[in-house]
């Protein structure tokens, strides 16, 4: 299957600073991407579709000024989040899809932790 | 309402038994359908995609009953490994948007 990766796998950063989190898919090109939050417990939440060439999709309730996505090519779509704050801790995972039936593959996550 | 509902369980069964999971969706235009799995502190990943036609992968069976809006999978001879949550996801509109169903929790037991 098409393979998704996420860089960094994890970071820790203090509050007030930002944090850029990349996401490449590694054997096929993706003109869109999507960028999810989960909380420990919670389901997966869709924040923001990315898409190649033209502005992000964002989701309702989700600050586009605060999530920053530039999907900078084929490849390549990243996830800035800005003057972070300790509730901004969570798991951040980007997917591509891909395939006949346009199925999700998925990074392996970025686990943000704020102090 | 949600747009993709499912049981929240926890399922809690022990090794060998059969158990089977529901989702429901609103969006008759739903495109294509799957469900995943995710492991806890992982990332989702692709159990089988769902057809009108049902298939079948080993101990897994999904359905999807587009009149009446749900797709079904059913697990034979429960393994302690398929403990896990399982993600019901259906993609709509023109660019193929994936929406979750909140997740079923399965605790297969010894």
């Known amino acids: 299957g098409a393979v998704v990766s996420q860089h960094p796998s994890w970071v820790i950063c203090k509050s007030g600073t930002s944090v850029k989190i990349e996401c490449r898919s590694l054997?096929?090109?993706?003109?869109?991407m999507f960028w999810y939050r989960q909380f420990p417990k919670q389901s997966l939440m869709l924040m923001a579709t990315s898409n190649e060439g033209s502005k992000a999709t964002y989701e309702q309730g989700v600050e586009k000024d605060k999530f920053l996505i530039n999907h900078a090519s084929l490849t390549l779509s990243t996830l800035t989040v800005t003057s972070a704050h300790p509730e901004d801790s969570s798991f951040y995972i980007c997917?591509?899809?891909?395939?006949?039936?346009?199925?999700?593959?998925f990074g392996p996550g970025t686990r943000l932790t704020v102090t | 309402r949600k747009e993709v509902e499912q049981d929240p369980g926890p399922f809690n069964v022990p090794e060998g038994a059969t158990v089977a999971f529901n989702c429901t969706y609103s969006n008759s235009a739903s495109q294509s359908f799957f469900w995943y799995r995710q492991d806890c502190r992982k990332e989702p990943k692709l159990l089988m995609s769902?057809?009108?036609s049902g298939n079948e992968d080993g101990r897994f069976t999904a359905q999807l009953n587009r009149a009446s809006q749900y797709i079904s999978l059913l697990i034979r001879d429960s393994k302690l490994s398929d403990s896990a949550t399982y993600l019901c996801?259906?993609?709509?509109?023109?660019?193929?948007?994936?929406?979750f169903g909140r997740g079923t929790s399965l605790i297969v037991h010894p």
């Open positions: 054997d096929f090109q993706a003109t869109t």
């Open positions: 997917s591509a899809p891909g395939g006949l039936a346009r199925e999700q593959y």
């Open positions: 996801v259906v993609n709509s509109g023109g660019s193929y948007i994936p929406t």
């Open positions: 769902v057809y009108s």
